[in-house]
């Protein structure tokens, strides 16, 4: 029996003009239950419960659900590609500098100079992507107990 979950991935799949495929499937409730995933994560996930799911069509899932705006990639400087299914609100990211974690930031309310570029070169903005770089709470945590 399909899950309410499933049901709406395949909803999302039509809506999307992509055909309903076990491994897009298996793709899509990966991020969705893992927000910024890397690729070796989301490929873990999906051989866990399908393991006849190659890794080459974990590759093409993730790329073809990226280019029907599904799934979001993100690549923060030097990091290695996440995926998420939030998309299409322009929200934000905050890596910590220790050991990676990501958090979503919402887009500040109000008076928001970080979307407004100071010079467009006539180009018509519709997305500013911010990073925010700190340590996360466990990793202050642990750094302030070993001190």
């Known amino acids: ?49 399908h393991a006849s799911v190659s890794h080459q069509a974990v590759y093409d899932v993730l790329r073809a659900l990226t280019d029907a705006g599904l799934l979001r990639r993100i690549q923060p400087a030097g990091t290695t590609a996440r995926y998420e299914a939030r998309v299409g609100d322009n929200h934000h990211h905050i890596v910590c500098r220790s050991c990676g974690a990501i958090a979503d930031v919402d887009c500040a309310v109000g008076h928001t100079p970080c979307l407004t570029a100071s010079h467009d070169h006539g180009f018509v903005v519709d997305e500013a992507e911010v990073v925010y770089w700190g340590t996360c709470p466990a990793c202050t945590s642990a750094r302030t107990a070993s001190q």
């Open 1 to 49: 029996m399909a899950t309410i979950d499933t049901i709406q991935h395949e909803s999302a799949l039509r809506a999307a003009s992509l055909r309903v495929t076990r491994p897009r499937l298996a793709v899509l409730a990966a991020v969705h239950e893992h927000p910024h995933a890397d690729t070796d994560t989301v490929i873990s996930l999906v051989r866990a419960k």
